[in-house]
């Protein structure tokens, strides 16, 4: 006979391992391309579902659910489909700018604004906001007038009155008491905060002691003349009819007021020696030779006259007519 032993009971537990898919259950559900929604985060790690299950979706970052359902259902191994609805946040106006405006690419989530200042302003802060979850960020910047340093001082005056601070298009206006100005008579505060050109000066004006040709000084004279300084010291030379202004006068802008005087060549000189008469007379030095022709007609009714001794040559032009004075004719001579 065999020898009895006795063993140690033992029990076995089953538990059943179904495929989800088999008994109408789903997988993790896909992502659906351009909802702008993303499964709860609960849901993320799971890999299997029950016929029945929910899950729940919410908008991405940026994103608002405008209608639709948040769920799907595990239906029979199929996901019911997704019909939340997200559009981009609207972020709206992104502030008031004094003195400037923004520029928008957008007003949605993700769109920038940039701040622009107007002519004559600056930007003070941080230019472009961003239209995020939450709004747009930061604040709005602020837009400051330019403003230009104190001119230099120099020897020319100034004629307005023109205060600091100097913002754009201010004007300052210049001038010289005596001399002449060199440079821009007006300067203004540009848009960048410089200005329009230096400031100009005040430099002494002079006129050159004037060259005509075939004259002499007959008095001392100088090289350079002030303003409004008057000259009548030069003759012209022997042989030489002179001509032009007798006095001339230095300008403010360096220049004589009158054009220069001339010599011309030439013996003698016509002078006028008063109403109705000329006279020639000869150069110093020099004695009338020839025969020298004067063509000259008398006034209508008029008779003419003639001198010449040698050295001076003279026509005179006359009238004669009869008036009565106190019963009297008497003859008048013009």
């Not at 029979?76 to 405006?101: D, M, V």
């Not at 008779?303 to 004669?320: L, P």
């Amino acid at each position: 006979a065999l020898p009895h032993q006795t063993c140690p009971s033992m029990s076995l537990t089953c538990h059943s391992r179904e495929d989800p898919n088999l008994a109408g259950g789903c997988d993790a559900p896909l992502i659906v391309s351009g909802s702008n929604a993303n499964l709860a985060d609960k849901y993320i790690t799971m890999t299997s579902f029950s016929s029945g299950d929910k899950v729940y979706y919410s908008c991405d970052v940026g994103y608002i659910p405008v209608g639709g359902s948040r769920t799907r259902t595990c239906d029979n191994g199929k996901w019911t489909p997704l019909k939340l609805r997200c559009e981009r946040k609207l972020c709206g106006h992104a502030g008031e700018i004094s003195n400037g405006q923004f520029t928008y690419t957008g007003v949605e989530f993700g769109d920038t604004a940039t701040a622009v200042c107007n002519e004559g302003f600056i930007l003070v802060g941080r230019a472009t906001r961003y239209c995020m979850s939450n709004g747009w960020d930061g604040r709005p910047p602020v837009c400051e007038a330019v403003e230009c340093q104190e001119p230099t001082e120099t020897n020319a005056q100034r004629r307005n009155v023109q205060e600091p601070p100097y913002t754009f298009r201010n004007v300052i206006r210049y001038g010289c008491p005596v001399g002449s100005l060199v440079g821009s008579r007006e300067i203004w505060c540009t848009d960048n905060g410089t200005w329009s050109s230096p400031p100009p000066q005040c430099k002494a004006v002079r006129c050159q002691s004037p060259n005509v040709p075939n004259a002499f000084w007959i008095n001392s004279h100088k090289k350079t003349y002030r303003p409004m300084e008057t000259i009548s010291s030069f003759k012209c030379k022997s042989g030489y009819t002179f001509t032009g202004p007798a006095h001339i006068t230095c300008g403010s802008g360096g220049q004589w007021l009158q054009r220069l005087p001339k010599c011309l060549p030439g013996k003698y000189t016509l002078l006028c020696v008063g109403k109705g008469s000329k006279s020639s007379k000869t150069q110093p030095g020099f004695k009338g030779a020839g025969k020298l022709r004067i063509q000259a007609t008398a006034p209508p009714g008029g008779q003419r006259s003639d001198t010449n001794d040698g050295t001076r040559v003279a026509q005179h032009f006359y009238t004669t007519q009869t008036v009565t004075l106190n019963g009297k004719e008497l003859e008048q001579t013009q």
